[in-house]
């Protein structure tokens, strides 16, 4: 069976500090991959898609970036962390026309 | 443009009760979905339900969907303490060249809370 992996579930970091998120995703091959954010138990904004290995596409303009360097592999980054960048991150994968699969999700607090 | 809004933002009810939560969208779609999120977890799906469908069942779930007005309804029957969840409502978005990829919209979420 398919399952997802985020870490880690919480972090908190200083306001310029560097940023890693790790999404990894096991029992199937090239699917799609997607970074949320969600602020405050609230509504979900897509961040960054990918379909492939080495494809990223931006959905919104921000201090984060993503990478895909494996198959099965999305990481989010930033080099230097805003305050707004607190939130609550959801890593997701999907599956044909159907339902997503979403991580656990990694809290996010910049201080 | 804004997909997905859901109403009401909040629910409270007591256990046994049914509990109804809707969800308005813009544009055309070729199906909805709706998810439950136990706070700070990840989101789960819990159905979805086609453009060319008008109702689906799944237990005590039942979704409606009127693409004339541009509106589905979540029903969780006979509700549990175990329901309490935000629950929303996602719509596949396209981008300019008209494929989805997957991405989903989703709208900002009912809070229900459901008491022993």
């Known amino acids: 069976s398919q399952t997802i992996h985020q870490w880690p579930a919480t972090l908190v970091q200083p306001v310029g500090s560097p940023l890693s998120l790790e999404c990894t995703v096991e029992?199937?091959?090239?699917?799609?991959l997607y970074w949320y954010r969600q602020a405050a138990g609230r509504g979900l904004q897509l961040l960054f898609y990918s379909v492939g290995i080495g494809q990223i596409s931006s959905e919104v303009p921000q201090n984060l970036s993503a990478s895909r360097p494996q198959d099965r592999q999305f990481i989010l980054s930033s080099k230097k962390l805003l305050l707004s960048d607190s939130g609550f991150y959801l890593c997701?994968?999907?599956?044909?026309?159907?339902?997503?699969?979403f991580g656990q999700g990694t809290r996010l607090t910049v201080v | 443009s804004q997909q997905g809004e859901e109403d009401p933002q909040a629910l409270s009810i007591q256990e046994g009760e049914n509990a109804t939560m809707n969800c308005s969208y813009k544009t055309s779609i070729n199906n909805l979905q709706w998810y439950r999120q136990n706070s700070g977890r990840g989101l789960v799906h819990l159905i979805l339900i086609r453009s060319n469908e008008r109702e689906k069942h799944s237990g005590r779930l039942r979704v409606t969907l009127d693409t004339s007005k541009k509106s589905s309804s979540l029903l969780i029957t006979a509700s549990r303490a175990a329901d309490t969840a935000s629950y929303f409502c996602?719509?596949?978005?396209?981008?300019?060249?008209?494929?989805?990829?997957?991405?989903?919209?989703f709208g900002q979420g009912t809070i229900l809370t459901v008491h022993p």
């Open positions: 996602a719509t596949p978005n396209r981008d300019a060249g008209g494929t989805s990829y997957g991405k989903l919209t």
């Open positions: 029992g199937t091959s090239n699917p799609n």
């Open positions: 997701a994968w999907f599956r044909g026309i159907a339902e997503a699969f």
